[in-house]
C-alpha cells in the first residue's frame, strides 16, 4: 500500500504521461488510478471493522450504508476490469507495459553515454572492473526491456537488481593510465532513481494486473465479520446485492487455500459450510422478503380494483422488478425470480383451496403478477367458488327428490328456502340464483340442459302416482260425484255458476273419511305435497335458466359489440369454405370459428327464455297423459278447490308456528312450489280441452274457483261489518284472514272431536 502513496509519484503524471493526446498513456494511468483506489477502499473498510471489534465498539447503523457502498465500489471495480472491459483492459496493459519499459531504459541514457564516452578513449585496453560490470549490467537491462514483450517476475527482478548496481550516486570511479589518472562520479542520481523504482512499480503492477488487482479488491477479511452480513444485504439495494454476495464469498476461496492439510472432503465441508450460510441467510433476508412484498403488491391492487374508495400506496414494483434476477453465491446460481413464482404458486394454490369463493381474485393476482413483474405463476387448476354459493347444482340434481321436499320455493325471489335445519345446525340454507350462478361457473352453462333431463324423469315419476291417486275407486268416485253436482249446479243456477266455497270444504271432509296417516294428514293433504314437490322441481329448472342468463350477462360484457362479432364471423367463414389445402387454415380458421360459435352460444343463452323448457316439458307430457288410458286425469281441475283450501290451511299453520319458540312442525313463509305444480298439471291436463267450446274455456276456468271465493270472503266480511263480530277487515289488509282464521280453527275442533270420539 505504502509504494502506491500519493507521495510516490503515481497520481502525478511523469513526463510520459505529459501529452494529454496519448490515450493509450491515459487508459494506463485509469488502469492504475483504478487498483490505487481498490488498495484503499480495502484498507478504509478493514480499518474501521477491525478496529470497532477490537475494541468492542458497536458499529452504529449509520456506518452501514457507507460500508455497503465501499464494499459495491470495490466489487464494481473488479468486474469492470474482469468482465466488461477485459478486452480493452488487454490492449491497455500490453502497450502500456511496453511504453514503461521503454521509459525505464531511457533512464539509464545518461550511464550509457558515460560509459561510451570512457570506452572510446585512448586507454580504452584498460578498464575498470566495476565499469565493465556496469556495462554488462545496462546490456542486460536493455536485453529484457527492449527484446521481450513479457515481463515475469524473473525478469523483473533482473532489471531490478541491474538498476541498484547503475545506482552509484556519491561514488567517483578512478581511470588510470601511464601518463595520468581522473576521478568522475558515475551512475544515476537520487531523483533519477525514485522515478526508476516508481516506474519499476508500474510495471510489476501492469505486468501482473490480474493478480494485483485479485489482492487489491480481495474480501476475505470480511469472514472475520460475516455477521453484519444480514444486517448489510437487508439495507442494501438492488444493485449491491451481488457485490455483497460476491464479497463475503471471497472467503470460501480463501478457506479452500487455508486448509490444504485437511483431507479434502473437511476442506470442502468448511467451505461447503460456510457457503450454505450465505444461501440460507440471503433466503431469510432478500428472497422471502422479496416474496412477500410482491404478494402484499398483488394483493392491494386486486383490492384496489375492487373497492374503488380504497386506495393503493406508493408502489415499489421497479425496486422489486431489479430483485428478480439471479445471483451467484460461490457456484450456486440462485434465481430470484424462480423462486417467488414457486412460492407465490404454492401460496395461492394452498389458500385458494381452502377458500375455494376466492379463485377469482386470485387468478386475477396472477395476471397481474405476469403482466407487472413478469412472472408466470402455476395455473390452479381448481373449481372456481363462491361466498354466495351454498348448495352445488350437481349435487341438488343428484338428490332431486330429498331437495324438492325440503325446501320450499319463492316465486317471486326465485330461491329455495329450508323447511327445518339440519340437527345442531342455527341456521336455514338457501339457495339463490346467484349461488346457481356461481355453481354454474364452476361447471359450465350444460347443467341447464342436465337439470331439464333430471326434472323430466323426476315429473314422470309424479305423474305416475298423480295417475294412481285419481284413478284409486274411492277418489274417482268422489270427484265423478263432483262433476255431475257441478253440472246439475250450473244448470239450476244459472246466475252463480262458481264453484261454491262449502262445497270445496264438504269434499275436504269426505276426503279425510277416507283414512288419515300417522301424523294426522289425509289422502288429499299428500297429493298436495306431491303437487308442491313437482313445482319445486319446475321451479329449480327456472331458477337454473335464469342463473345462466345471468352469469352469460356478466361474461358478455367482456365480448365485442355486435359490428365486431358480425366482421368475426366474415373473417372465419372463408377459411371454413374453402376447398384448398386445410391444413394450411388450421392454425388459423379453427380459433376464429371456435370463438364465434362460443360467442353465437352465448348469445342464444341471453335470447332464450326459460318458457321454451316449460313448454317443451308441457308438450312431452300432454302427448302421454291426453291418452285414452289416461282419461281419469282429465277430473284433475275439479280437485283444485280442495287442494286450494288444503293449502291454505297447512300454510297458515305454518307462518303461525315461526311465531313459536319450540316448533313442533315445520315452520316457513313461502311455499309457491304448490301454485306451480297446479299450473303446470292444469297446463298439461285442461289447456287443450273446453268444457264451454262456444266461449274457449277450460274446464278450471268453468268452475270460477277464485271469483267464488272472491264472493265467498266478501259476504263474510260485510256480516263481521254488520253484527261487529271478530275483527274489522279495511280494503289495505288481508281480507281473507278473519274467514281463514274461523276456516282453521273450525278444522281444529272438528279433528279434536273426531279423535275424541274414535
Known sequence: DCDLAPESGVRKRPSQFDNATSSTESKGYLLLNGILLSYRLSHLAKTLLTLHKS?????????????????????????????????????????????????????????????DQHTSCEDADYMSPRLAVLGACLSVIEG?????????????????????FCCGAGTTLSLSSSQSVASQQWGLTSDEWLMVETLQRRLMILADYDDVLREATDCSFLYGHREIFPILLSSGHAACIQSLLSAFGDAERSLLRMTPHYPKQDSDAC??????????????????????????????????????????????????????????????????????????????????????????????MRILAR????????????????????????????????????????????????????????????????????????????????????????????????????????????????????????RLNEKQTGYPFDRAVFFMEEVRKLGVTKKGMSFLDEFRILLTEMGNALGFVRMVRSAG??????????VPNQATQDLLDEVAAPASSDDGDDDDDDDTSNPAQLLSSHLKIMTQQLTSSEQSYLQLLVSTFRSTVLT??????????????????????????????????????DAYYTDDGFSVGIAFLLSVVDASEATNAAAGESQFDCLRWFESLKTKFENEESKLRVTGEGMLVTKNKARGKPLLSRFVKARGNNNSSRRGGA
Open 55 to 115: 475494541l468492542s465498539v458497536p458499529l452504529p447503523s449509520t456506518f452501514l450504508p457507507p460500508l455497503t457502498l465501499v464494499i459495491h465500489s470495490l466489487k464494481a471495480i473488479e468486474k469492470l476490469l474482469t468482465g466488461r472491459r477485459r478486452g480493452g483492459v488487454i490492449g491497455v496493459q500490453e502497450a502500456s507495459v511496453r511504453i514503461i519499459a521503454s521509459a525505464i531504459f531511457s533512464r539509464y541514457d545518461n550511464v550509457r553515454q558515460l560509459l
Open 144 to 164: 529484457i526491456l527492449k527484446g521481450s514483450s513479457t515481463y515475469s517476475a524473473a525478469r523483473r527482478y533482473i532489471v531490478e537488481l541491474a538498476g541498484c
Open 628 to 665: 285414452s288410458s289416461h282419461s281419469h286425469i282429465s277430473l284433475f281441475p275439479y280437485l283444485v278447490p280442495a287442494l286450494s283450501l288444503s293449502w291454505m290451511e297447512a300454510s297458515h299453520a305454518a307462518k303461525e308456528m315461526m311465531h313459536k319458540k319450540n316448533r313442533i312442525n
Open 371 to 490: 403482466d407487472l413483474f413478469g412472472l408466470e405463476i402455476v395455473e390452479f387448476y381448481l373449481p372456481h367458488g363462491s361466498l354466495e354459493q351454498s348448495m352445488d347444482v350437481l349435487e341438488i340434481m343428484r338428490n332431486l327428490p330429498a331437495f324438492v321436499s325440503r325446501f320450499n320455493y319463492n316465486l317471486n325471489q326465485q330461491s329455495f328456502i329450508e323447511r327445518r335445519p339440519d340437527r345442531g345446525s342455527k341456521y336455514l340454507r338457501t339457495v339463490s340464483i346467484k349461488s346457481t350462478s356461481a355453481s354454474l361457473r364452476q361447471h359450465g352453462l350444460g347443467v341447464a340442459n342436465t337439470a331439464v333431463n333430471f326434472t323430466y324423469k323426476f315429473l314422470s315419476k309424479k305423474f305416475q302416482a298423480i295417475s294412481q291417486f285419481l284413478i284409486d275407486d274411492y277418489i274417482l268416485s268422489l270427484l265423478s260425484k263432483e262433476v255431475r253436482w257441478f253440472q246439475n249446479h250450473v
Open 271 to 364: 467451505a461447503k459450510a460456510y457457503r450454505q450460510y450465505l444461501l440460507e441467510e440471503l433466503h431469510e433476508t432478500v428472497v422471502i422478503q422479496v416474496c412477500r412484498n410482491i404478494e402484499t403488491e398483488l394483493r392491494l391492487a386486486v383490492h384496489a380494483q375492487h373497492y374503488g374508495e380504497m386506495m393503493t400506496p406508493t408502489r415499489n414494483i421497479p425496486h422489486l422488478k431489479k430483485m428478480l434476477q439471479k445471483w451467484r453465491v460461490g457456484g450456486v446460481v440462485v434465481d430470484v425470480k424462480r423462486q417467488v413464482e414457486e412460492y407465490l404458486s404454492q401460496s395461492f394454490y394452498d389458500l385458494n383451496a381452502v377458500e375455494l369463493h376466492d379463485g377469482r381474485s386470485y387468478e386475477e
Open 549 to 558: 342468463r345471468n352469469l352469460c350477462s356478466a361474461v358478455r360484457e367482456l
